[in-house]
């Protein structure tokens, strides 16, 4: 080989390797850059906070209950009187009917046969419109309308053109459609008169014949019973009538009888009937109406003056908290309860001082059905003054009957 290519070769690998040298800085001098442009806009990061959150839309208010905002204003201006006269729902006297809804403060009139004997429409229209005229808050007006051997209006020809009939005979021929249909039309014609609670339906069990309470029950097992008394419910809670002088809507109220379950029990109008069933049978029967009636919306339930040993071996229902716990607590009644009428002779001997109406109270009544009124009523809120009886627990009372009163559309 000459020198002159051994020349040549030399001088081009050294080209090359100045060539790859060059590349070798240009690679470190761009890494290095990367490396600081990447420094730097770290840094920017943790100087330049992040953009704020985007604030959370707040909670919508919640819509007020006209319900409740009703009931709550009325209760915050009514003192002891008033407030202790709203849990009466009394049997109408015979005299100043109407004086005595303003001197008492009345929270119902209870109707009898008495009230509406001989009168025609206008007449029964009339007396009632005047009574709820006297009232500051509208009155309940009930009657026991059960159909059959118990009628209030309906034995008076002159108001409708025939007797209700019992639950019973409306079944044997036409099912349950024929209670829906009756239901319904007692509803309007309760409800046209003004009167708007009915003291029913029957929700005692009882398949004997033998038994005090068999002809005003349904007259069959408890399941059958059950199916009763939610449709009756069902069909009255879904009648709504017009008033024509005001123009409220209003409902017939329904009341549930007698709890915990009448039985066998003997007639409680004339003496003390002792219930020995174990509880297991109210579980299994007795309160399957109760229960199928409160789910359908009945307002109120009335508790019997039967002793039932089970559950309280002291006091007759009416009287005994133990018993009201159980239709609050077991059978979740969040309604009304009302005592049966303590005028009879099964609950006058366990007040001593004649304050039945006291033990009422504090059994957790929310209203009292009596015929003397007059007499209990200075004794309950004395009780009330004395420490006896804690208001609060007329508040909770008064509240359930005011909410009742405006479920009926009683109250606006």
Known sequence: MTRNRIFKILFCLLIILF???????????????????????????????????????????PEPDPKQAVVESILSEMDLEEKVGQMFFVRCPELFAKEKISQYQLGGYLLFSRDFQGKDEQ????????????????????????GGTVVRLSRNNRLFPEKFKSPQALYSTGGLEAIQNDALDKSAGLLRYGVNV?????????????????????GQ??????????TVVSAVNGWTFQE???????????????????????????????????????EQSDFLPFRSGIEAGAGAVLVSH??????????????????????????????????????MDAVEAYAADGSVAVLAVLAGNDMIVTTDFEAQIPLVI???????????????????????????????
């Open 306 to 343: 039967n002793i039932v040993n089970c559950m309280d071996p002291d006091f007759p229902a009416s009287l005994s908290a133990g018993v009201h716990r159980i239709l609050r607590d077991e059978l979740n009644f969040n309604g009304v309860i009302l005592t049966d009428d303590l005028a």
């Open 244 to 282: 024509e002088s005001d123009e409220k809507n209003v409902k017939l109220g329904s009341v549930l009888k007698h709890f915990p379950g009448y039985g066998n029990n003997v007639d409680t109008h004339t003496g003390i009937a002792i219930d020995n069933r174990p509880y297991e049978q109210f």
């Open 123 to 146: 007449q029964v229209i009339d007396m009632i419109n005047a009574y709820q005229a006297e009232a500051t808050i509208p009155l309940l007006i009930g009657a026991d309308e059960e």
């Open 221 to 230: 097992d408890a399941a059958t019973t059950a199916e009763y008394v939610s």
């Open 382 to 412: 004395d009780a009330v003054r004395a420490g006896l009886i804690d208001e609060t627990m007329l508040d909770e009372a008064v509240t359930r009957v005011l909410s009742w009163k405006y479920d009926l559309g009683l109250l606006q």
């Open 198 to 218: 009915n003291f029913a339906p029957v929700a005692d069990v009882s398949t004997d014949p033998a038994d005090f309470i068999y002809d005003r029950a349904f």
């Open 19 to 61: 060539v790859i040298s060059a590349c070798g800085q240009e690679n470190e001098q761009e890494a290095l850059t990367a490396a600081v442009i990447s420094e730097g806009a770290a840094a920017l990061d943790d100087a330049v906070p992040p953009p704020p959150e985007p604030e959370s839309e707040p909670e919508p208010e």
